[in-house]
């Protein structure tokens, strides 16, 4: 019914930047909060920002000051900038929404597929 699209992912040297998309799609009448999560091979997958409706904004601290979360409610899109990128950060990056589908209907989570970022020189 809703699906999530992430895009933009890739290959990047130390110190580059990167920017994620993710596209919501579907019936939707609302889209909630909205997140970024990130999994690297052995390890669990971890929170690395999120961004309300209204637009207020939080992130893990690996990636405070580095990385900037934002959205466009016009376009079903939220958006991750990521600068001074380091190694540490290569993992598959995961777009996380909550979304309605009809008025006074409840939220439901729904996940992108993911998209790869590799951080090497």
């Known amino acids: 019914q809703v699906q999530l699209v992430e895009s933009g992912g890739g290959w990047v040297q130390p110190g580059g930047s990167l920017r994620l998309s993710c596209a919501a799609s579907g019936r939707i009448f609302s889209i909630g909060a909205m997140n970024w999560y990130r999994q690297a091979p052995g390890k669990q997958r971890e929170w690395v920002a999120a961004?309300?409706?209204?637009?207020?904004?939080n992130y893990a601290d690996s990636v405070k000051g580095r990385f900037t979360i934002s959205r466009d409610n016009a376009k079903n899109t939220m958006y991750l900038q990521m600068n001074s990128l380091k190694p540490e950060d290569t993992a598959v990056y995961y777009c996380h929404s909550r979304v309605s589908s009809a008025p006074n209907s409840a939220n439901w989570d729904y996940w992108g597929q993911g998209t790869q970022v590799t951080v090497s020189s």
């Open positions: 961004i309300t409706g209204g637009g207020t904004t």
